[in-house]
């Protein structure tokens, strides 16, 4: 192997070798790049719009319901104080102003819990219309809440949207306001205590019972009756009823209040002593004949009664057992008992009777003494005398207690003990009515109301509203 020399590598001349050229690259066009963008813009704007739209919609769909409850709930709570102010009635507001409280922080509670699910929905940002419609249901669900022109935009809003989408109206299906749900039924209730008791009220086409514990009313067109002649009075038996209109056209009804079971010509009813009959005073015949309350036939009489002149002149107060019972109304009035066995007066009272019931007849003195007595026609002894003064009179069924009324008010009399207890009320409209037990006074003044003659004291009835003009007729057994 031969080595070279130094001398002889230095003269010898090596070129360098070129590295590899580096592979070139096309590049693309300005012109290029922007078709390419413009395209991408299009086909997202094709893509991504109905996309869009859709989110929106449905974004609109939540806001429209929310709206929609959200007014549903404040048209209940509306309704709900009407009933609270509407039905309540009681001297004690504390338990209303109470329940007031409580609908009024719920439906805060309820507007702010759909306040958050709006605030939370970012499709309804994606559409310009849809958002204004978001504003404008925010507001309606701020307190104070119930501005009309704020409701009137937010619906303005809701008809455009639906319309340019072709959507329905929503249904509020969320759950309503819940927290006196106890409140209202219990005003509902037309009495706070069990009574056993259904009211008869006479109205211009006809008359209306109402069950007091049940709470319900039913309303029944009487014979005969019309708005030129409303009912004016009425009794109760066993499983009937007989009452009369202002033309003094009397009939009976069955207990189920539905048909008339008999006519019982012209005249005013009064109680018997016996259930299955009553009396019937004739006034264009100035007589009285006992009447089978079922039939309407005669049972006894007619009694002629001594009187002439006009039905101004005089008038029956009632039919005691010691015989009918004849007011002159002369001045100075007194009261008759006419006997019509006898044909006799037995017994002169010198004063207007106001009640009569078995053998007892409450009358008024004549003159400035204004005093009530209670005579026993059995034997003219007074059963009791009070310094009171009224009008109209009722006893209880078992004679115990008598209900005296006048213009001025209306007091309760124990007729063994004498002992006075005052009802608060004043402008007493007519006569007083008893239940059948005896415990509770129903009257009107103003409305109708009660007295609890066991407990002393005076309850409220919530009625449903009632046919202008309607008068008290009658408490009977539920």
């Not at 007519?430 to 009107?444: I, K, V």
Request: proline residues 6%; without cysteine; charged residues 25%.
């Amino acid at each position: 192997m031969q080595y070279l020399a130094r001398d002889e590598l230095e003269h010898i001349d090596v070129e360098p070798v070129a590295p590899p050229a580096a592979p070139r690259r096309r590049r693309l066009s300005r012109a290029w790049i922007a078709a390419l963008v413009v395209l991408a813009v299009v086909l997202g704007a094709v893509v991504a719009l109905p996309a869009r739209t859709e989110l929106a919609k449905a974004g609109f769909r939540h806001a429209d319901r929310i709206f929609v409850i959200g007014h549903s709930l404040s048209l209940q709570q509306q309704r709900l104080l009407g009933v609270l102010l509407s039905r309540s009635g009681t001297t004690d507001t504390t338990p209303m102003r109470r329940a007031e409280d409580r609908l009024r922080e719920e439906l805060r509670d309820r507007h702010a819990e759909l306040r958050r699910s709006l605030r939370r929905d970012w499709r309804l940002r994606l559409d310009s219309q849809t958002d204004r419609f978001r504003a404008a249901v925010q507001r309606t669900l701020e307190p104070p809440v119930g501005d009309p022109a704020i409701a009137s935009e937010a619906e303005y809003r809701a008809r455009s949207l639906r319309e340019r989408w072709h959507l329905a109206k929503p249904t509020p299906d969320a759950d309503g306001l819940h927290s006196i749900d106890a409140d209202v039924a219990a005003l509902r209730r037309y009495v706070d205590r069990a009574t056993g008791v259904r009211l008869v009220i006479g109205g211009p086409d006809g008359f209306t019972t109402l069950d007091l514990d049940r709470s319900n009313l039913r309303e029944h067109r009487g014979p005969g009756l019309g708005t030129d002649a409303p009912v004016t009075r009425m009794v109760a038996g066993d499983g009937w009823l007989a009452g009369s209109d202002r033309g003094l056209q009397g009939w009976t009804i069955a207990e189920r209040l539905d048909e008339p079971l008999a006519a019982l010509g012209t005249g005013v009813p009064f109680p018997s002593d016996r259930r299955d009959t009553l009396h019937m005073w004739a006034t264009n015949l100035h007589s009285v004949r006992e009447v089978d309350a079922t039939t309407g036939d005669v049972v006894a009489g007619p009694y002629f009664l001594p009187v002439d002149g006009t039905l101004e002149s005089y008038r029956v107060a009632g039919v005691a057992t010691s015989g009918i019972v004849i007011v002159r109304q002369a001045d100075p009035r007194t009261t008759e008992v006419w006997d019509p066995e006898q044909r006799r007066v037995v017994r002169t009272l010198p004063g207007p009777a106001v009640a009569v019931a078995g053998d007892l007849v409450a009358w008024v003195e004549n003159g400035p003494a204004l005093m009530t007595h209670v005579t026993d026609l059995s034997d003219g002894t007074d059963a009791a005398a009070v310094p009171l003064w009224g009008h109209v009179g009722a006893f209880s069924p078992d004679r115990r207690l008598l209900a005296l009324g006048s213009e001025r008010g209306l007091v309760v009399v124990d007729v063994a003990s004498r002992r006075v207890e005052h009802v608060p009320v004043t402008r007493l409209e007519n006569t007083p009515t008893w239940d059948p037990s005896g415990r509770f006074l129903f009257f009107q003044a103003g409305g109708i109301g009660g007295w609890d003659a066991e407990r002393h004291e005076q309850f409220h009835l919530r009625l449903p509203d009632l046919p202008a003009g309607g008068v008290l007729l009658a408490a009977l057994a539920a």
